[in-house]
């Protein structure tokens, strides 16, 4: 079995040291609010994916007045034992696996998988397309290290494209053309990767939401993600010759991947115009619980993490997460007491109250 025995923060968010043990299934972290109960889990989630879930810049997660950060986790990885380390600072982030450092990100994703519960969920929903396209983004690189590649490869790209735009849009700067289309080239080649991918993605993550919506809402509600492309893959290059007046007039790159959206729907209407408090609630967690099960079907292990929702829940839906998870994997979840989790839970869980540990 893959588990995080142990963790230790140094000057990360509000804990200036704090060393915790945990359990290999579910790990209860209590504590008052602002406490630091997300940082703990916002930690383990970086050591995973080289990036937080809540944080804009990595910067705001070393302590005030710290230079920097780190996070340390011993491992008990399938009858080994790993070390994970991540500093962060003002050159930026480093994880260093076993005294190696990862050079890399795309070479070390899927060491282990994670997904976090978050109320930050229902961005998914109300939120911009920046918060959707980052869902897809996060997710669909744990599966395909080739998606990742492709990804860096176009935002590399398409800064320069844009800044190529800037400078023809510019007369009194002498513009490249042929540089130009040199970069619409290479973007369009690796946009048609991204957009391949994540029509994929969706094909396989369709069916099992909307299985999920209807083992959650008994059978009442229907619920399907709609994946909104901005250009046929086929058509990008075509577009970027063809409309390139219009780009020139925006000075920025209009077609692509990097303006792709998805909407959820429930019962056949938009969510974000339609859907009730609780209908968004049932979409949310359905699509995380169908991730689990996408996550999950690979050889990677997977942590889940459950950060200040879980007693925001009714029983069905509590119950809905301990079956896709209950004794499969490691599991986290914060809150501020355990009043509110569903008994089987407390009885095979951890609780480790954050205000009480070092």
């Keep these: 079995m893959f588990f995080i025995k142990s963790l230790v923060l140094q000057d990360f968010r509000c804990h200036?040291?704090?060393?915790?043990?945990?359990?290999?299934?579910?790990?209860?972290?209590i504590g008052k609010n602002a406490s630091g109960k997300?940082?703990?889990?916002?930690?383990?989630?970086?050591?995973?994916l080289g990036k937080s879930y809540k944080a804009a810049s990595a910067a705001e997660m070393i302590r005030k007045g710290a230079p920097f950060a780190t996070a340390k986790a011993e491992i008990a990885n399938r009858g080994r034992e790993d070390v994970l380390f991540l500093s962060i600072g003002a050159s930026g982030k480093k994880i260093v696996l076993n005294n190696k450092p990862i050079t890399r990100l795309s070479d070390y994703l899927g060491y282990f998988k994670v997904i976090a519960f978050s109320p930050e969920d229902y961005r998914l929903i109300k939120g911009t397309p920046g918060d959707r396209r980052n869902f897809m983004d996060v997710n669909i690189s744990q599966m395909s290290p080739g998606y990742l590649r492709s990804l860096i490869r176009y935002r590399k790209i398409l800064k320069q494209r844009n800044e190529v735009l800037k400078s023809l849009a510019d007369r009194s700067v002498r513009g490249d053309e042929d540089l130009l289309n040199i970069l619409s080239s290479q973007l369009a080649k690796e946009g048609r990767v991204i957009i391949n991918e994540r029509t994929k993605f969706f094909a396989g993550i369709n069916p099992i939401f909307s299985e999920r919506v209807k083992q959650i809402s008994a059978g009442a509600e229907r619920g399907d993600l709609n994946y909104i492309i901005n250009t046929d893959p086929h058509l990008l290059e075509q577009s970027y010759t063809r409309k390139r007046a219009s780009e020139l007039a925006a000075q920025t790159t209009l077609f692509g991947p990097h303006r792709d959206d998805f909407e959820m729907r429930i019962n056949g209407e938009a969510a974000a115009a339609f859907a009730s408090q609780g209908q968004q609630k049932t979409l949310c967690l359905a699509s995380k619980l169908a991730l689990v099960d996408m996550l999950a079907a690979g050889d990677s292990p997977l942590i889940a993490i459950l950060d200040d929702v879980f007693s925001e829940l009714d029983f069905n839906r509590q119950n809905q997460i301990l079956q896709a998870v209950d004794r499969k994997f490691q599991v986290f979840i914060t809150a501020t007491s355990v009043a509110g989790l569903a008994e089987g839970l407390l009885e095979r869980g951890k609780i480790i109250n954050i205000e009480e540990e070092e």
């Design 16 to 29: 200036r040291h704090k060393s915790l043990p945990f359990g290999n299934a579910a790990n209860i972290i």
């Design 38 to 48: 997300t940082s703990v889990v916002e930690a383990i989630y970086c050591l995973a």
